[in-house]
């Protein structure tokens, strides 16, 4: 380090302290009232202050330059070209992305669907005895229809039917076996009866499975109305889904 001419080292030693921060407060105070009177104290701080910088500069620029080489030998020891499993990896990578956006845009449910799926049972059914009355028929369908074969159960209750057109449980389980088999039309026509029965015990299932028939053809208001009047224990959470859309 060149020191100016016209700088002594103990100046300089000094002055430096006073540029670093280094001095004590008495000294500090001491050192500024100095410069206040002594114009060419200020010349020689403003001295010392430049080469200073100029210092700073130089060794930022060393240690810059000793940052880049370090990278370009780390560069040259990594170019080679990537194994056979980092490309498969790449290419199943891109493929599993590829795969998740066709999902999302072609395969993804509807909302509609989503609500369907979420808060939809089917109905367990009612107990069977299997007696030897006339209720018999009634219970065989019964049994029918708890096992997954709706097509019999519906089979079996729409022969009944002829003799007890407005009856409310057939009814009612004529809906369930119709919306399980997907036949939306039918469930909504024997529910509907089933709801306008005032004295039916199945009133209020009726109206849940309405509504839920409702959001399957997206008529989101008519399932809301349906709702109110049903005191299923999910209608709360399946009004505010609705009502959140």
Not at 125 to 143: E, K, N, P, Q, W
Not at 197 to 214: H, I
Not at 227 to 235: A, W
Request: proline share 3%.
């Amino acid at each position: 380090m060149n020191i100016p001419e016209s700088i002594s080292q103990e100046e300089f030693e000094k002055i430096e302290r006073y540029l670093l921060n280094s001095m004590g407060k008495a000294e500090q105070i001491a050192f500024e009232r100095e410069l206040e009177k002594d114009k060419d104290l200020t010349k020689k701080v403003g001295a010392v202050k430049t080469m200073l910088h100029g210092i700073e500069e130089i060794a930022f620029r060393e240690e810059l330059n000793d940052l880049h080489q370090e990278w370009v030998r780390k560069q040259g020891r990594q170019k080679k070209p990537p194994g056979i499993w980092l490309r498969y990896g790449i290419a199943a990578s891109v493929l599993l992305i590829g795969g998740f956006f066709c999902w999302w845009l072609w395969v993804r449910p509807d909302f509609n669907e989503q609500v369907f799926e979420a808060f939809y049972e089917a109905d367990p059914g009612l107990i069977t005895a299997m007696g030897s009355t006339a209720a018999y028929d009634f219970d065989r369908a019964m049994v029918d229809y708890k096992t997954g074969n709706y097509e019999a159960a519906i089979r079996r209750w729409e022969s009944l039917q002829d003799d007890k057109p407005g009856n409310d449980t057939l009814n009612y389980f004529l809906g369930a076996a119709y919306l399980e088999t997907k036949n939306l039309s039918f469930s909504r026509h024997h529910l509907q009866e089933v709801a306008e029965s005032d004295g039916s015990g199945f009133r209020s299932e009726a109206y849940w499975y309405l509504a839920l028939l409702d959001v399957l053809e997206r008529d989101y208001e008519n399932a809301l109305i349906h709702l109110e009047k049903s005191s299923h224990p999910g209608k709360d959470k399946l009004k505010k889904t609705l009502q959140e859309r």
